[in-house]
């Protein structure tokens, strides 16, 4: 194959000793020299100023105005995008050789001129059209950007955090320069197929097309008044092996040599000599004794182009009937784009170290989105298709063993280390409560990692493993009690809890929209079976005193009348009426049917515009309540409606649901009030 005649190493020694004819162009103009004088009239000169997208526009302008306390990050991302570029072009050319029909050696060059105040960072890459520079640099094409904006509050650090987060690559070239040019051509393309891209960084950039002797890109940075530090080769230098040491295409430099008087005299024909100034092997190919923290910290940035170091990673060789190797990484921050289900992601896919694709979404489960990293394969086939990986059987093994690992990786770091763990919850904890109803064949293991806060938390913190709520569980309790509502207060005040705290009974207390769906498909945990506390009818079992169990059965007979009253009153609206052990302050609650749909997932269906048929609830009254014994003994009819419909929509509104007829409680109420007050 013709990216991979020459091994890396090969590579990088043929590179080191490369001898370059000084172009002594400046940057910023065609490489071509001479040769574009004598052939502009070939070029298709068309010349046209086009505007940024308002988004576009406004990230500019954070850019401009420095957001960034550490500005070389700008040369990483120059240098990420030119090791991707390079990346496709080696992936286009294995079923198109003679698009290196000029040499597979590819390198990204650095050239800093000092005179012109100018940063250059050009590659032999794939290389950009006149419609790709438009899209990619004239509009941000992502998911989420509106989101971001939206959250950009002013604080200078904190939205240095959120840009990080949300990644915006190319654009940081304005932190350190008050103009970019970029001149790109597509790799087997005419050489008068060229375009140059220009900015001040302001509302608009201009569009032409120029003549280019090599294919690839190169971006030019017309530095700021006060970033001279930048026009330091050995500052340069640094930067690049602090931040793209990992990177595998060489990143070359001009070799800083002293000149001679002789060398003077003939320096109209001088060389130049270039060096590669980093390692420029693949990371993921080295062992892990070799590559120190700050390595797999700055190759995560490189392939995610996040601005934070990720929490942790897991780096792993597999031998036998399979052969690969995988680096994943747990981020920091959740990506704007997440809830996007969507939106690319994935893993970046090499076979035999050679590029195929990004977002290689076929190794890793949907709820598995947020995982970073890369795998290179051994067995796959270097002409592998997207369509190819659905029904290669070796896949099928290696997104088991890869979503087994990240699930691994995250189990590892609760257990050592609590505090980054809950950070990490924090964060991704929604998303990995997608896992039960996707991935059953790890759905115990999903449920070790799960967090939630309980009756007995302080707050809504959700830091309570399913572990630690049976370890505290009473002495004959059976199962995991929860309770669901559509924020933590209406949970955590919900009347279905009262006879739980009377007797001490933790329950689990769930408040994300997503809980209810994931309690559907989490019947148990380490044997014991979830309970609803507001569905069916309640049996606390050995935790019930049986003397309230005989006191219970007498009561129901004693408000055999007011049950019957009640029933009638509400008809249609309920299933049925009841008395109740489960309450002890409230006066009435409404329960679900052991077999029905909760009321929280209910709404969030209806919300998303479902239509869901309709259900009777069973409407319970606590006999031992002021409120329900003065109902009992009200003799006027008019009077025991009102009061009767008055505790029936309170316990509607404890739990979170909406009156159909607001106005006509508001009245009964006040009726009520007057009449107490008289």
Known sequence: ?????????????????????????????????????????????????????????????????????????????????????????????????????????????????????????????????REDIIANLGTIARSGTTQFLDALTGDQQKDAQLIGRFGVGFYSSFIVADKVTVES????????????????????????????????????????????????????????????????????????????????????????????????KALWTRSRSEVKDD??????????????????????????????????????????????????RGLKLYVQRVFIMDEAEQFL???LRFVKGVIDSNDLSLNVSRELLQKDPAIVSMRSALTKRSLDLMEKLAKKDAEKYQEFWNEFGQVLKEGPAEDFGNKEKISGLLRFTTTNSDDKTQNQSLKDYVGRMKEGQDKIYYVAAENYHTARNSPHLEVFKKNGIEVLVLYDRIDEWLMSHLMEFDGKQFQDVAKGSLDLGDLEDKEDKKEQKKVEKEFKDLVKRITELLGDKVEEVRTTNRLTDSPACLVVNEDEMGMQMRRILESAGQDIPGSKRIFEINPDHPLVEKLNDEPDMDRFNDLAMVIYDQAMLAEGSQLEEPASYVKRLNKLLLELSA
């Open 1 to 129: 194959m013709p990216a991979k005649a020459k091994s890396e190493k090969g590579q990088s020694e043929k590179v080191k000793s490369e001898k370059v004819k000084s172009e002594k162009a400046r940057p910023g103009k065609s490489r071509s020299g001479k040769a574009k004088s004598k052939k502009a009239a070939s070029v298709d000169a068309k010349k046209e100023t086009l505007g940024f997208q308002s988004e576009a526009k406004q990230l500019l302008h954070l850019m401009i105005h420095s957001l960034y306390s550490n500005k070389e990050i700008f040369l990483r991302e120059l240098i990420s995008n030119a090791s991707d570029a390079i990346d496709k072009l080696r992936f286009e050319s294995l079923s198109k050789p003679e698009l290196i029909a000029q040499g597979s050696d590819f390198s990204i060059r650095i050239e800093v001129d000092k005179e012109a105040r100018t940063i250059t960072v050009s590659d032999n890459g794939i290389g950009m059209s």
């Open 185 to 280: 051509r597509v790799a087997g393309s005419q050489n008068s197929t060229a375009v140059r891209w220009v900015s001040g960084g302001e509302a608009s950039f201009e569009v032409e097309n120029i003549e280019k002797a090599d294919h690839g890109t190169s971006v030019t940075l017309h530095l700021k008044n006060d970033e001279e530090e930048f026009l330091d080769s050995w500052r340069i230098k640094n930067i690049v092996k602090k931040y793209a040491d990992h990177v595998s295409v060489p990143v070359m430099m001009k070799k800083e040599t002293l000149v001679t008087g002789e060398d003077d005299a003939d320096e109209g024909d001088s060389e130049e000599e270039f060096e590669v100034v980093n390692t420029a």
């Open 295 to 344: 390595e797999y910290k700055e190759f995560y940035k490189h392939i995610s182009h996040d601005f934070q170091d990720p929490i942790t990673w897991s780096h792993n060789k597999v031998e036998g009937k399979l052969d690969y190797t995988s680096l994943i990484y747990i981020p920091a921050k959740a990506p704007f784009d997440m809830w996007q289900r969507e939106a690319p």
């Open 365 to 367: 489960p949907l709820y």
